[in-house]
C-alpha cells in the first residue's frame, strides 16, 4: 500500500465550527506532514511530526490544531476559522525526517471552505 | 535561506513534442536534493524525479530527465513525447541534505502549468 488517504475530501464550515481533517498512511511512514494550498499557488509547510512528535510548526495560527494518535495517522483540528482560511489542506508522509528519506507521498487533499 | 525559481508561469506544448520547463535556485548549501513534483488537475501531488546535487549525471525516468547545472544553479526538466497525461502544475522543490533537528522541509517554487494540447 503506496498511498496517503485524506478525508473528508471536501468540507464546508462556518468560522464557529469546529471540525477534523484526518490522514492516515499505512507504509511505516514516521514523518508526517501538513500542507496548506491556496489555488495556483505551492503548498506552504505547517506542521511536520516525527516519530509521532511534533517537530515542526511553521508559526500556524492556533485555530489549527494538529494531532498525531499514532503512527499511521494524523489529524488536523479546526476551531474559529476566517474565510481566508479557505484552501486545500494537503498530507504528506515520508519514511522519516532525515533528509536521506526526501520523498514525500502526497495524498489528495481536503478542499476546505469556510463561509 | 534557500529560495526556488520558476520564470514559466505557463507552458503549451503539442502532444508528441518535447517541452522543458525551467527552474533556478539559490542556496549556500553544497549538498542537497532537487525534485519535480508534478499535480494533475485531480490534485494529487507526485514525485517525478529527483537529483542529489552530488552526482553529476542528470537524473532521467522514461519521458522525463534533468539539465542538472551546479555552478549556475538551474535544474530544468525536459518531458519527451509529450502526452495528454502530463497536463499539469509542476513544481520544482529543493531540499537541504544536511539534517536540521527540526527535520526536513520541501522549498517550492511558484510552478508551472503545463498543458498538453491534442
Known amino acids: ?115 | 535561506a534557500q529560495t526556488v525559481t520558476q520564470s514559466q508561469p505557463e507552458m503549451s506544448v503539442q502532444e508528441a513534442e518535447t517541452v522543458t520547463l525551467s527552474c533556478t535556485y539559490d542556496t549556500s548549501e553544497n549538498n542537497y536534493y532537487l525534485f519535480w513534483y508534478k499535480q494533475p488537475p485531480s490534485r494529487q501531488m507526485i514525485l517525478v524525479i529527483r537529483q542529489e546535487a552530488y552526482k553529476q549525471q542528470n537524473a532521467t525516468e522514461n519521458r522525463f530527465s534533468v539539465n542538472f547545472q551546479k555552478a549556475a544553479k538551474s535544474f530544468s526538466l525536459k518531458i519527451s513525447d509529450s502526452q495528454l497525461g502530463d497536463t499539469a502544475m509542476y513544481f520544482c522543490a529543493f531540499m537541504k541534505q544536511r539534517q536540521e533537528t527540526s527535520g526536513s522541509r520541501l522549498t517550492f517554487g511558484e510552478g508551472t502549468q503545463l498543458t498538453v494540447n491534442p
Open chain 1, 1 to 115: 500500500d503506496t498511498e496517503v488517504t485524506q478525508t473528508p475530501k471536501h468540507l464546508v464550515m462556518g468560522m464557529t465550527n469546529k471540525k477534523s481533517l484526518k490522514c492516515e498512511q499505512h507504509m511505516g511512514h514516521r514523518a508526517m506532514y501538513w500542507y496548506k494550498q491556496k489555488a495556483k499557488k505551492p503548498p506552504e509547510l505547517m506542521f511536520v511530526y516525527s516519530y509521532e512528535k511534533l517537530s515542526i510548526n511553521e508559526s500556524v495560527p492556533s485555530r489549527f490544531s494538529p494531532e498525531c494518535p499514532n503512527s499511521s495517522l494524523l489529524n488536523l483540528h479546526l476551531h474559529a476559522l476566517q474565510p481566508e482560511d479557505s484552501a486545500l489542506y494537503l498530507c504528506a508522509s515520508s519514511q522519516g525526517p532525515s533528509p536521506l528519506f526526501n520523498e514525500q507521498f502526497f495524498g489528495p487533499g481536503t478542499r476546505l471552505t469556510v463561509l
